[in-house]
């Protein structure tokens, strides 16, 4: 979508708003509220998190930039969008993948050559893809290289170290050995809390500091950017159903803040599912889109076969977000009922 | 009872969306592929396939548990579950082109596709191969039903959307379907390991 100068735009009947929204500040006003999780990452993880992260960046933007080289269409990469993908990407792979033994650092470019060109441009480019670019990127990363991206690194002492041990998240020990042991590995409840909040954890370069993820969320939020109503309903979705079913055994004993800090919940719920493009675009149909989120992702969590379950459950209701959009539209004023439409046809 | 009655809403619920004969087995795509251009021809498809799956899994679970085991001739198990379903497709052939004219020349070539269609007939052959009762036959039935016209409403309303969109001329149409189930079936292999029956 490139700007249009004034004379060019069609004018419709009054009233108007004038306004500075252009797509590109929208892409880039994101990208700088998804700063702080990724310098959180950056500093957790070491310079290995950096060079995955500038390495799924470059791969998207040359990726586009190719692309619509070779079929000829002008070029739209300042506006953005390539880089904000390739960011939302770099922040959802583990940074174990920069080794060269065995060499796994050609993954995070394949990935976004995935999720630009087959999952963007060849639906026609930005504004008509179906699912979110980044997840596909990283879903199709994970089904083709199931081994290299679960490999997690734990927080490095020392920030240019090249070598990590390798450890669990805190979600997969969740499910292999249940919360006692989770409490267990980080010393008490609110070691792990704290642990948890500010990313000092396994897990993908972007996702561990939830309170970063939060910062740049809230200023989102502010800025008019989202709205309040997906990630709340994400949220507020998993959290319920966290406490109801969560716990060993009895019902209403599971802990809904482990469930709600740790994976990719909270970068999936303020970046990743208020996608504009990917979710619905009408209130009612936003809030039952987060609820199909947070329900999707905690069946996956509590009974699935992986351990985290928001980028699976966030492209499943994806599939679903055009047939919300259809079913919660509102009739056109003065419009005739479909079904005598029908007939008059006839 | 109600440990029976789990059981029954396991089935619909793995055949539906679990292991959705579309996305994570791929069968049944001729029609699928072939309806999902509109949503008036995926719903109408999506209920007469419905219709068509339950009263065929009714009819092979009688005629297999009540002719072909006792006289042991189970081996002959397809051609007679072809034969039964495609009985039953030309009497639907019959009854829409008398009710729903208009929808039956929508559906074209496909409504009598149904007969030959992988998943109608898979469902008596599961049924049939995992000893079901005959409730259980009609829940696994209903399920795959189910599933499948979800496939194809989630399909139609997706490539409706892309009516409008500017997709590369080489991929316009089926290729572009063929992209859209594949991303559809990665998403959907978050299910994988839910329910195993």
Same mark, same amino acid.
């Not at chain 1, 979508?1 to 004379?7: F, T």
């Not at chain 1, 998240?169 to 792990?192: A, Q, S, W, Y």
């Not at chain 2, 594949?182 to 195993?196: E, H, R, W, Y």
């Given at each position: 979508?490139?700007?249009?100068?004034?004379?060019?735009?069609?004018?419709?009947?009054?009233?108007?708003?004038?306004?500075?929204?252009?797509?590109?500040?929208?892409?880039?006003?994101?990208?700088?509220?998804?700063?702080?999780?990724?310098?959180?990452?950056?500093?957790?993880?070491?310079?290995?998190?950096?060079?995955?992260?500038?390495?799924?960046?470059?791969?998207?933007?040359?990726?586009?930039?190719?692309?619509?080289?070779?079929?000829?269409?002008?070029?739209?990469?300042?506006?953005?969008?390539?880089?904000?993908?390739?960011?939302?990407?770099?922040?959802?792979?583990?940074?174990?993948?920069?080794?060269?033994?065995?060499?796994?650092?050609?993954?995070?470019?394949?990935?976004?050559?995935?999720?630009?060109?087959?999952?963007?441009?060849?639906?026609?480019?930005?504004?008509?893809?179906?699912?979110?670019?980044?997840?596909?990127?990283?879903?199709?990363?994970?089904?083709?290289?199931?081994?290299?991206?679960?490999?997690?690194?734990?927080?490095?002492?020392?920030?240019?170290?090249?070598?990590?041990?390798?450890?669990?998240?805190?979600?997969?020990?969740?499910?292999?050995?249940?919360?006692?042991?989770?409490?267990?590995?980080?010393?008490?409840?609110?070691?792990?809390?704290?642990?948890?909040?500010?990313?000092?954890?396994?897990?993908?370069?972007?996702?561990?500091?939830?309170?970063?993820?939060?910062?740049?969320?809230?200023?989102?939020?502010?800025?008019?950017?989202?709205?309040?109503?997906?990630?709340?309903?994400?949220?507020?979705?998993?959290?319920?159903?966290?406490?109801?079913?969560?716990?060993?055994?009895?019902?209403?004993?599971?802990?809904?803040?482990?469930?709600?800090?740790?994976?990719?919940?909270?970068?999936?719920?303020?970046?990743?599912?208020?996608?504009?493009?990917?979710?619905?675009?009408?209130?009612?149909?936003?809030?039952?889109?987060?609820?199909?989120?947070?329900?999707?992702?905690?069946?996956?969590?509590?009974?699935?076969?992986?351990?985290?379950?928001?980028?699976?459950?966030?492209?499943?209701?994806?599939?679903?977000?055009?047939?919300?959009?259809?079913?919660?539209?509102?009739?056109?004023?003065?419009?005739?009922?479909?079904?005598?439409?029908?007939?008059?046809?006839? | 009872?109600?440990?029976?009655?789990?059981?029954?809403?396991?089935?619909?619920?793995?055949?539906?969306?679990?292991?959705?004969?579309?996305? @994570?087995?791929?069968?049944?795509?001729?029609?699928?592929?072939?309806?999902?251009?509109?949503?008036?021809?995926?719903?109408?498809?999506?209920? @007469?396939?419905?219709?068509?799956?339950?009263?065929?899994?009714?009819?092979?679970?009688?005629?297999?548990?009540?002719?072909?085991?006792?006289?042991?001739? @189970?081996?002959?198990?397809?051609?007679?579950?072809?034969?039964?379903?495609?009985?039953?497709?030309?009497?639907?052939?019959?009854?829409?082109?008398?009710?729903?004219?208009?929808?039956?020349?929508?559906?074209?070539?496909?409504?009598?596709?149904?007969? @030959?269609?992988?998943?109608?007939?898979?469902?008596?052959?599961?049924?049939?191969?995992?000893?079901?009762?005959?409730?259980?036959?009609?829940?696994?039935?209903?399920?795959?039903?189910?599933?499948?016209?979800?496939?194809?409403?989630?399909?139609?309303?997706?490539?409706?959307?892309?009516?409008?969109?500017?997709?590369?001329?080489?991929?316009?149409?089926?290729?572009?379907?063929?992209?859209?189930?594949?991303?559809?079936?990665?998403?959907?292999?978050?299910?994988?390991?839910?329910?195993?029956?």
């Amino acid at each position: 979508m490139s700007v249009k100068k004034e004379h060019e735009l069609i004018v419709s009947v009054s009233p108007h708003v004038r306004s500075e929204e252009t797509t590109s500040r929208i892409m880039w006003t994101v990208s700088l509220a998804l700063l702080p999780a990724a310098l959180a990452g950056i500093y957790f993880f070491g310079l290995k998190a950096l060079f995955i992260t500038a390495l799924c960046i470059v791969s998207s933007v040359v990726s586009e930039r190719f692309y619509l080289k070779i079929v000829g269409k002008k070029s739209v990469v300042g506006d953005g969008s390539a880089f904000l993908t390739g960011l939302l990407l770099g922040m959802n792979m583990p940074a174990s993948l920069w080794s060269f033994s065995p060499f796994t650092a050609h993954v995070p470019v394949i990935a976004s050559f995935v999720a630009i060109v087959i999952t963007k441009q060849l639906f026609g480019g930005l504004g008509f893809n179906v699912f979110n670019p980044a997840l596909i990127g990283r879903a199709f990363a994970l089904i083709s290289w199931p081994k290299a991206m679960t490999i997690w690194n734990e927080p490095a002492a020392a920030f240019l170290a090249m070598d990590a041990k390798t450890t669990a998240t805190p979600l997969g020990i969740l499910k292999e050995e249940g919360v006692t042991r989770l409490i267990e590995v980080f010393g008490d409840k609110i070691n792990l809390y704290t642990h948890l909040l500010t990313g000092n954890r396994a897990g993908s370069i972007g996702e561990t500091s939830a309170v970063a993820i939060l910062i740049g969320g809230l200023f989102l939020l502010y800025r008019g950017y989202i709205t309040w109503h997906i990630p709340v309903s994400f949220l507020g979705t998993a959290a319920v159903i966290a406490w109801v079913f969560g716990g060993k055994g009895a019902l209403f004993t599971g802990d809904p803040i482990v469930h709600l800090i740790s994976g990719g919940m909270m970068l999936g719920a303020w970046f990743m599912a208020t996608d504009y493009v990917t979710s619905p675009s009408i209130r009612k149909g936003q809030i039952i889109f987060g609820i199909g989120c947070g329900f999707l992702t905690m069946l996956i969590r509590l009974k699935g076969g992986y351990p985290e379950g928001v980028m699976f459950a966030i492209l499943i209701m994806n599939c679903f977000a055009p047939l919300i959009d259809r079913g919660v539209r509102s009739r056109v004023f003065g419009a005739v009922k479909q079904v005598k439409a029908k007939e008059n046809r006839k | 009872m109600s440990n029976e009655f789990i059981k029954l809403f396991e089935l619909i619920l793995s055949a539906s969306l679990i292991n959705n004969f579309v996305f @994570t087995r791929f069968l049944g795509l001729c029609i699928f592929f072939g309806v999902s251009k509109k949503m008036e021809t995926a719903v109408g498809m999506s209920i @007469t396939f419905t219709a068509v799956m339950m009263i065929s899994a009714a009819m092979s679970w009688v005629i297999f548990n009540f002719i072909m085991v006792p006289l042991d001739i @189970t081996f002959l198990k397809i051609i007679v579950f072809i034969g039964i379903i495609a009985g039953l497709v030309q009497a639907s052939d019959t009854i829409m082109r008398k009710i729903t004219p208009g929808l039956y020349y929508k559906l074209g070539i496909y409504l009598a596709l149904i007969s @030959t269609n992988c998943i109608i007939l898979a469902v008596p052959l599961v049924n049939a191969g995992e000893k079901y009762s005959l409730l259980e036959s009609l829940a696994f039935a209903f399920g795959s039903g189910i599933g499948f016209a979800l496939a194809l409403i989630i399909m139609a309303s997706i490539r409706e959307k892309l009516e409008l969109a500017d997709v590369p001329a080489p991929f316009k149409g089926l290729p572009m379907a063929f992209i859209v189930t594949g991303l559809i079936a990665l998403a959907f292999t978050g299910f994988s390991g839910l329910i195993t029956l």
